[in-house]
C-alpha cells in the first residue's frame, strides 16, 4: 500500500498558510495576545522548512509564507477570526500541537485532524458557566463587604443574566447588545437589594454582580499587543474593550433609571 503521508519536504507553501491562518483565527478568538499567536504559528512554518510573516487585526489574520530555496514556492494569505469567544485551554492544546509539530512527533495530515479536532470541541456547558460566574459574583460581593443576602442577590443577576447573554449570542444577535441585555437584567435584580433594604451593602451587590461581564481578557492582551509593538491590533482590542465597558455601562444605567435609584 502506498504511503500517502506528507513529509516536509512535500507540503506547498499554501498548505502551510492554510494550516496556521487555522491555527493562528482560532488562537486569536480563543483568547490569545498576537506575540503568542506568532511564536505558535513560526514555530510550526520553521519546522516544515518556511519563513513566516503576519498582520494580526482584530478581525483577522495575514500570513506571507516563503522558502528561501524555492521563490516560486511562496503565498500570501488573509482568513477572517471567528466570533471571540474566550476559553484558555484551546490555547494550551493548541501551543501543545505546535510543540508536537516541532519536535518531528506528529506528521501534516495527523496535525490537520488533530487542529479541527481542537476547534469542535465542546465547551463547557452554558447552565454551568452561568452557576460558576454566579458563585463569583457571590464571593466578591462578600469579600467587598456584602452580606450573605447581598452575595445571594449579586449571584442571582449574575447567573440570570449570563443564562440571557449565551440565549441572545446563540440567536446571533450583536454581541455588544447581548451585553447591555444582561447588564440590564443583573443590575435589575441586584437593584431589589437596595429598593427593599435586604442585604447590609446593597451597593456592592451592584458593583459586584456585573463584574462577570468586564472584558478582562481583551484589556490584558491590548496592554501585552502594545508592549511588543502590535500596535494596530493593541488598539483594536482596547476599542473592543472599551465598548464592552460602556455596554455594561448603558445596561446599568437603563435599570437604575427604571428603578429610580439615585444614590449609586
Known amino acids: 500500500m502506498e504511503n500517502t503521508t506528507k513529509s516536509p519536504k512535500n507540503i506547498k507553501a499554501s498548505e502551510v498558510a492554510e494550516f496556521i491562518l487555522d491555527a493562528g483565527v482560532f488562537l486569536m478568538a480563543s483568547g490569545a495576545h498576537s506575540g503568542r499567536v506568532w511564536r505558535n504559528c513560526r514555530r510550526i512554518a520553521e519546522h516544515w522548512g518556511y519563513r513566516m510573516n503576519f498582520n494580526p487585526t482584530f ?15 511562496a503565498v500570501t494569505r488573509y482568513k477572517t477570526a471567528p466570533a471571540n469567544t474566550v476559553h484558555l485551554e ?31 470541541k465542546a ?26 443576602v447581598d452575595a445571594a442577590l449579586a449571584f ?8 440571557a447573554r449565551h ?47 468586564i472584558p478582562g481578557v481583551p484589556l ?11 500596535f494596530s491590533a493593541s488598539i483594536a482590542r482596547s476599542l473592543f474593550a472599551a465598548s464592552i465597558v460602556s455596554s455594561i455601562a448603558v445596561g446599568m444605567i437603563l435599570s437604575i433609571t427604571l428603578l429610580g435609584i439615585n444614590n449609586f
Open 59 to 73: 478581525t483577522g489574520i495575514m500570513v506571507s509564507v516563503w522558502n528561501d530555496k524555492d521563490s516560486e514556492n
Open 90 to 120: 484551546t490555547l494550551t492544546q493548541i501551543s501543545h500541537l505546535s510543540w508536537k509539530i516541532a519536535d518531528n512527533e506528529i506528521e501534516y495530515d495527523d496535525a490537520c485532524l488533530e487542529l479541527e479536532a481542537i476547534k469542535h
Open 123 to 148: 465547551h463547557y456547558p452554558f447552565w454551568l458557566v452561568a452557576l460558576a460566574v454566579g458563585i463569583s459574583c457571590g464571593c466578591l460581593c462578600t469579600l467587598a463587604g456584602g452580606s450573605l
Open 156 to 163: 442571582c443577576g449574575a447567573s440570570v443574566g449570563s443564562i
Open 167 to 213: 440565549f441572545i449570542l446563540k440567536k446571533q444577535f450583536n454581541q455588544f447588545l447581548s451585553i447591555i441585555i444582561a447588564s440590564a437584567i443583573t443590575t435589575l435584580i441586584a437593584g431589589t437589594d437596595t429598593i427593599f433594604g435586604l442585604g447590609r451593602a446593597p451597593e456592592m451587590t451592584l458593583a459586584t454582580s456585573v463584574l462577570y461581564l
Open 220 to 230: 490584558i492582551n491590548s496592554v501585552i499587543d502594545l508592549l511588543e509593538g502590535y
